[in-house]
């Protein structure tokens, strides 16, 4: 029962952690370095972790394991030995650290450096005070002379100025004109009354609020030399700035270093006022730091030493599972000579004995199994020359049940995830399967030993050519009767045949035809030249001979056309932005009300814009034709991207509706018929597809391009 409350112990101590981890997350009162915190939350989330998985270790392994049993105790007991007197130190260190900083921040010294600190306030607002008291006895002064009378400058007013600097004691007084140029200095030496000096500091911000504000004001500033306060006091005459006056008196360097200096002290102790909870916190997350990483070092230094301790049992109780299972090279290392070594040995040569009974009945076995052996490595090569094919391979039985089918098979076959594990051919009942189960009933009740079809199968949008061949193996007296069927791709092939058939076609009617065409356009334009004036009837002429030029013009069209199925160029392949291709187009035929562009999604295609916008112009046009409504719009998927073309127009007819992309065939009576077998080619040569969704009510197609980069395609397909 003890056993069983120890193993649970590592579990109270992540319930314990847990806690402490919640109390010592960040929140947003916190003061000190919040990157304390979060280490502390790393450290104690480890070793939670840690904890969680030495205890379901524990309880998933085998509770019998004495060297288990062991561990567990001695690496409990070794961690509680450190983490009890831990966990006390921290709260008396908590404790402590709280009275220590109470005494520190006590009222008294709070008094004493308010009081300090008023001081060294009032003798700066003193200095200030006896400024402005200077500067009022200057303005009610009876004696200053006359401004109107005196000019800035004169002898009289630098005399005037030498006396007011001995009587207020300044250190110098200055004299500026409305333009804030300096016209003369009186400054104290000594004993003497004064030397005038055209140096001296421009006008400040103050100097110029005193003007604007008509009054004298006070200005403080700092020096290489030491600190100074300024008067300023403007001169008016008849409401007109005459000049302004400068009185400057030097502070005491050893007061102003001592107001400094409690200055200085004052904003220390405040500042640490203000974090004195910042202090505490982060002493208290520095010390729980140290905590945990005694914590941790003391576990790990118990884990390894109870591996030592118990390694020898474990490895002998591992050895005896070895051997439980059947393995008997399971051999205990003899390491020391104590009650555990002599074991050790023991057991080792109870294993030899065992081994060597166990090889003599090996050796009768493995002559029993060498068949059976040989027979699983064809088995396995089959297999794997049957997954290596590029033709797709069904293996049927005598009741068509399918008894082996390839990947290769089930992608010609465009199987989903969820129907792929077929177990018999007449589950092949969907609508593009039916082509599949139709050719092995013809090869099943016509009893064919071989028979070979083609066939077409669409799913979707995806349209494939497949050789299908059939043959029968075996008979009913042999041990294994049934159907062999092998599917190959030949889409690529029959397309590549049907262009080169239309292409040797276009190529000859265009060197029979292109010859003549020039030679008649131009006789024909000659003729009229030459003889337009001299017909009997010029409108019939015109006509006649307007016709022919039309007609040859028409069929140098039709050379092209003729030309650019023969001669279509390989795609110049490049990411193309959908809206901006659907922009392109939204422009071109703005002049058409009945064309909606709906939507401009997201997203590019791999292909060649020019061949592509080629083909949406195609369309667009033919739809264009019935002078209905017609619709444009994109469709993006996981796997491709879908541009469809839709009219309200009055359709396709059925009969039409099989050669619509056959060279040669239009409903137009003056095309082509060259569109869209072109548009299919641009279609195939971007590995897409062009097909005809629904022929009337409305008329829809579809361009689908798959979702390929230039990476993803063969050298010499881009």
């Not at 200005?219 to 005459?242: C, K, M, N, T």
Request: hydrophobic share 45%; glycine share 4%.
């Amino acid at each position: 029962m003890l056993l069983r409350l120890v193993r649970y112990i590592p579990f109270v101590v992540v319930f314990f952690l847990v806690l402490l981890i919640l109390s010592v997350w960040p929140s947003e009162d916190y003061f000190g370095p919040m990157y304390l915190n979060w280490i502390n939350v790393g450290l104690l989330t480890a070793l939670a972790i840690v904890a969680f998985v030495f205890g379901v270790r524990n309880l998933t392994l085998d509770s019998s394991s004495v060297a288990l049993n062991l561990r567990t105790k001695l690496v409990t007991i070794m961690v509680l030995m450190v983490l009890i007197p831990s966990t006390v130190l921290q709260i008396t260190a908590n404790q402590v650290m709280t009275k220590g900083l109470d005494v520190w921040f006590d009222v008294r010294v709070d008094t004493l450096l308010d009081k300090a600190m008023s001081l060294a306030q009032g003798f700066y607002a003193d200095i200030e005070s006896d400024m402005e008291l200077s500067l009022k006895q200057v303005i009610s002064d009876d004696n200053f002379p006359n401004l109107d009378l005196t000019p800035l400058g004169t002898l009289v007013l630098n005399q005037y100025m030498e006396k007011l600097i001995l009587k207020h004691d300044w250190d110098s007084l200055e004299l500026f004109d409305a333009s804030e140029r300096l016209v003369a200095t009186v400054r104290k030496r000594g004993k003497n009354e004064g030397l005038h000096s055209l140096k001296s500091q421009p006008v400040t911000n103050a100097g110029r609020l005193s003007i604007a504000l008509g009054r004298y004001t006070i200005d403080h500033w700092v020096r290489d030399d030491g600190e100074y306060v300024a008067g300023y006091l403007p001169l008016f005459s008849q409401r007109r700035l005459i000049g302004l006056f400068r009185a400057e008196v030097k502070l005491p360097s050893e007061i102003i270093s001592s107001a400094r200096s409690i200055e200085a002290d004052y904003r220390s102790y405040r500042e640490l006022d203000r974090h004195r909870q910042s202090i505490q916190e982060t002493f208290m997350h520095t010390l729980m730091i140290a905590m945990t990483l005694i914590v941790c070092i003391a576990g790990l230094l118990a884990l390894i030493f109870a591996r030592r301790l118990t390694a020898p049992v474990e490895e002998l109780a591992s050895a005896l599972e070895q051997v439980k299972s059947g393995d008997f090279n399971a051999l205990v290392s003899v390491n020391n000579q104590d009650e555990l070594g002599s074991l050790a040995t023991s057991f080792n040569e109870m294993i030899e004995r065992l081994k060597y009974n166990m090889d003599t009945l090996t050796a009768t076995q493995s002559e029993l199994t060498g068949a059976l052996v040989n027979s699983r490595q064809r088995q396995y090569v089959l297999e794997n020359l049957l997954a290596n094919l590029h033709s797709g391979v069904i293996l049927l039985d005598a009741s068509g049940e399918i008894r082996l089918m390839n990947d290769t098979c089930k992608s010609l076959l465009m199987l989903s995830e969820s129907k792929a594990d077929k177990t018999s051919i007449y589950d092949f009942s969907e609508v593009h399967m039916k082509s599949v189960l139709s050719f092995f009933e013809t090869l099943q009740t016509q009893n064919l030993e071989e028979l070979q079809s083609e066939l077409v199968i669409t799913s979707g949008l995806q349209t494939v050519k497949i050789l299908a061949r059939g043959s029968l193996l075996g008979s009913q007296e042999d041990v294994f009767s049934g159907w062999l069927l092998v599917f190959d791709d030949v889409t690529q092939l029959a397309d590549a045949q049907k262009h080169r058939a239309w292409a040797e076609v276009a190529q000859r009617l265009a060197h029979e035809i292109k010859n003549p065409l020039t030679p008649i356009k131009l006789s024909t334009e000659r003729l009229k030249r030459r003889f337009r004036d001299q017909a009997d009837d010029v409108k019939v002429f015109d006509t006649c001979t307007d016709a022919v030029i039309n007609q040859v013009e028409r069929l140098q069209r039709l050379l092209a056309d003729f030309s650019d199925l023969a001669t279509l160029p390989k795609p110049d392949m490049e990411t193309v932005s959908i809206a901006t291709l659907l922009k392109e187009l939204r422009e071109l035929y703005s002049p058409y009300p009945n064309l909606t562009f709906e939507g401009m999604p997201e997203g590019e295609v791999y292909c060649d814009p020019d061949q592509i916008r080629q083909v949406l112009i195609n369309l667009i046009d033919n739809a264009l034709a019935t002078k209905a409504h017609v619709r444009v719009y994109v469709e993006v998927t996981s796997k491709d991207t879908r541009f469809y073309v839709q009219d309200e127009g009055q359709g396709i007819d059925d009969s039409a509706k099989e050669h619509i992309f056959e060279p040669y065939f239009s409903t137009k009576a003056d095309g082509s018929g060259l569109g869209l077998a072109i548009a299919q080619r641009i279609s195939e040569e971007h590995h897409g597809q062009l097909l005809l969704l629904s022929a009337a009510e409305p008329t829809r197609f579809c361009m689908w391009l798959p979702h390929v980069q230039a990476g993803d395609l063969k050298e010499g397909e881009a």
